[in-house]
């Protein structure tokens, strides 16, 4: 029984952080994209220059 138990808690575990990952993954995308846009459509700052749309 116990050894049922641990593979089925293996399992479990392995799903779980697949699933993570792949939300983890979709994330990245997201994040990646929103970079990517900021980016491109960063707005020009004084004298010309453009400026950074983030704060760091």
Known sequence: MLPLILVLLLALILFGAGFALKVLW?????V????????????AGAGGRRGRW???
């Open 26 to 30: 979709w994330v990245a995308v997201v």
């Open 32 to 43: 990646l994209v929103v970079w990517l846009l900021g980016f491109l459509l960063r707005s």
């Open 54 to 56: 983030y704060r760091w």
